[in-house]
């Protein structure tokens, strides 16, 4: 009898572990939202964040609708961002769809958007450690501007969800919500 043998399972099982794929880490998630932004793929953008943050977004734009004065602007909105959508459909919509369908409203209502992201280049440069669960991944954005580029620092941060990295939604976010509720009052 060999006497690896008996070790064959062992050994079978220590290569298996040795050659698992690594987590995912900060670095990993960022690159794949910018490429998903580039793409306009909000599925997998939105594969890279924390389902609470994407639910605040949702009910921060949803809260900020229902406050809104009926008016025209509330109806454009509606029309333009959403696709006719009422706030109550909105309130039924997935988390990650709402932002998937706010995005496109928001990519189709400004072409240079539009162009900016599908050329926005980002090199990810590392992660800072905010203790245990959370880190800031620090990328470099190139974007066109114009005739030219515009170089950008910027941070995203990422929570721990169990053994992977969610991304959290940057404060662009709120100001772009902010700036919702500045068109929906009445002039």
Known sequence: MNPLRPLAPLLLLLLTVSHSPA???PEDIVGRQIAAMRDGDWEKFTSCMSEATLKEFQNSVIETLKAAPESG???QILHV???DKSVG???AVKPADFFGIFMNGLRETNPILKDTMAKAEGKVIGHVDEGPNTTHVLVRMVMPLGNGRMTKMDVTTLQRDGDTWKAQLKSDMQAVVNNF???LQPR
């Open 23 to 25: 987590a995912d880490t």
């Open 81 to 83: 961002f959403f696709g």
């Open 89 to 91: 459909d909105l309130t």
């Open 181 to 183: 509720n500045r068109m």
């Open 73 to 75: 602007n509330r109806q």
